[in-house]
């Protein structure tokens, strides 16, 4: 079982930056694949970004290209995800999640349903 927590959320005006940070632990870090979600207000979640294993891989939305970058630290368990020139339509609960991919290219989770995920950090960008 593997529990994420996210931390970092708030409230930011139009325009500014932002980075969210996720914790595991109960599972061995390097065997997942690491994704970031967000659900707007009144929306359905929807899929931002995911990292690969070991950092090789990624990929993003359409909507959030090039303005978030995810990363992640194996050493320490984190992953995370830095938010550039936000709009009022960032706004939403983001989420951390964690799928079972060991060593394998991020293509592999693609349309795949996450195992785990967290409690979710509030995101406002206020216009």
């Known amino acids: 079982q593997v529990q994420l927590v996210e931390s970092g959320g708030g409230s930011v005006q139009a325009g500014d930056s932002l980075k969210l940070s996720c914790v595991a632990s109960?599972?061995?870090?390097?065997?997942?694949?690491m994704g970031w979600f967000r659900q707007p207000p009144g929306k359905e979640r929807e899929f931002v970004g995911a990292?690969?294993?070991?950092?090789?891989?990624?990929y993003y939305a359409d909507s959030v290209k090039p303005r978030f970058n995810i990363w992640r630290d194996n050493v320490k368990n984190m992953v995370y995800l830095q938010m550039y020139s936000l709009t009022p339509a960032d706004t939403a609960v983001y989420y951390c999640?964690?799928?079972?991919?060991?060593?394998?290219?991020?293509?592999?989770?693609?349309?795949?349903?996450?195992?785990?995920w967290g409690q979710g950090t509030q995101v406002t960008v206020e216009s």
């Open positions: 990292i690969s294993w070991n950092g090789g891989s990624n």
């Open positions: 999640a964690a799928k079972y991919a060991p060593r394998s290219h991020i293509t592999v989770v693609q349309g795949r349903q996450f195992d785990y």
């Open positions: 109960g599972g061995t870090f390097s065997n997942y694949a």
